[in-house]
Nanobody, 120 residues
Framework: QVQLVESGGGLVQPGGSLRLSCAASGSIYSINAMGWYRQAPGKQRELVAAANYGGNAVYGDSVKGRFTITRDNAKNTEYLKMISLKPADTAVYYC??????????????WGNGTLVTVSS
């Protein structure tokens, strides 16, 4: 069974920084893309950033230049470095991974989410 466990959320003041982590565990054969999505109250879930195995990344327009996604493939872990945070970044952030296990084909898995609150 695959688990994605996020950490690093919390309360931060506007202009501050946070780093989120997501570790994937279980009978993982290979991980293709890993990414971060977020959902603010009353809004749809949106892409924040995603990176393929080689580290090539895409970002949502609202976070370009402020957020950076990185991966440690050896640890099946991804990170999201967030700087210059704004109140509009307040949301639950979800880790996502497209991966294969020893017994299942490529499919998406999700973490339970970590709350990021940007407020003074």
């Amino acid at each position: 069974q695959v688990q994605l466990v996020e950490s690093g959320g919390g309360l931060v003041q506007p202009g501050g920084s946070l780093r989120l982590s997501c570790a994937a565990s279980g009978s993982i054969y290979s991980i293709n893309a890993m990414g971060w999505y977020r959902q603010a109250p009353g809004k749809q879930r949106e892409l924040v950033a995603a990176a393929n195995y080689g580290g090539n990344a895409v970002y949502g327009d609202s976070v370009k230049g402020r957020f950076t996604i990185t991966r440690d493939n050896a640890k099946n872990t991804e990170y999201l470095k967030m700087i210059s945070l704004k109140p509009a970044d307040t949301a639950v952030y979800y880790c996502n991974a497209a991966l294969e296990t020893d017994s299942t084909p490529l499919r998406d898995y999700w973490g339970n989410g970590t709350l990021v609150t940007v407020s003074s």
